[in-house]
């Protein structure tokens, strides 16, 4: 595995970009900011719904934040940008990019996870179990983030919406995935974690959603056929 660590300048700047995107392009409400640890290492999981969700979740996180993103999007003038601001290329197993996250957590530093691993619907239904790897190792506490309102039904996932969208970026209570005494083994203990992750992802989904007059949309491209994966 590589240990190349993405260096902190990247973020620095990059989330300047992401918070202008946000805030004045369009109007973006976030919620629990002081959930995330203001120091220290933390995983960032949210759930994904469209193209610009990684872009606006950067740019609200309070702190820089390093995510996870497939190579697919790593291509052009948008990769340069990627790259540029230190966010970790996941190719083919994603063991390079995991060992990259797992770097940046034991430096205390912020990682950023799309669990559900393509856009879709944003319900977390189903997860990878990167971001549970990536707790177990490190220790770092899981924030559960929810954003909506990114896209709406019938709009494709690569949509950019027109300035003054609504959404909503909630940040969760900070969970830390401590595995019982009698969860043995590392698969088992991986698969617990995967499964207690996806729990608080999908309990701050909900949450958000009941207190906010935004849904999520209801058709899901993936169960089309019609999404081509982007994220970790």
Do not use: Y
Not at 116 to 144: D, K, M
Not at 171 to 197: I, N, Q, S, T
């Amino acid at each position: 595995m590589t240990q190349d660590v993405p260096s902190r300048w990247g973020p620095r700047w990059s989330r300047w970009i992401g918070r202008f995107l946000a805030r004045v392009l369009w109007r973006t409400e976030v919620r629990g900011r002081g959930n995330v640890p203001a120091t220290g290492a933390a995983i960032i999981v949210c759930n994904h719904v469209g193209l610009i969700d990684g872009p606006v979740v950067h740019g609200v996180i309070p702190r820089g934040s390093h995510f996870l993103i497939r190579e697919g999007m790593m291509t052009g003038p948008l990769g340069a940008i990627l790259r540029a601001a230190q966010q970790i290329t996941v190719e083919g197993s994603g063991r390079d990019a995991l060992a990259r996250g797992l770097a940046v957590l034991r430096r205390g530093d912020v990682v950023g996870v799309f669990p559900e691993g393509t856009r879709g619907a944003g319900t977390a239904e189903a997860v990878h179990g990167g971001a549970a790897w990536l707790a177990i190792q490190s220790g770092a506490p899981v924030v559960p983030t929810a954003i909506v309102g990114s896209r709406h039904t019938g709009e494709s996932v690569n949509v950019w919406p027109k300035p003054g969208r609504r959404m909503v970026v909630a940040f969760g209570a900070p969970v830390v995935l401590e595995p019982p005494a009698d969860v043995r083994g590392g698969r088992a203990k991986h698969a617990w974690a995967a499964e207690r992750l996806a729990e608080a992802l999908r309990d701050q989904v909900a949450r958000t959603l009941d207190t906010s007059d935004l849904e999520l949309p209801l058709d899901d491209p993936r169960r089309e056929g019609r999404e081509e994966k982007d994220h970790a």
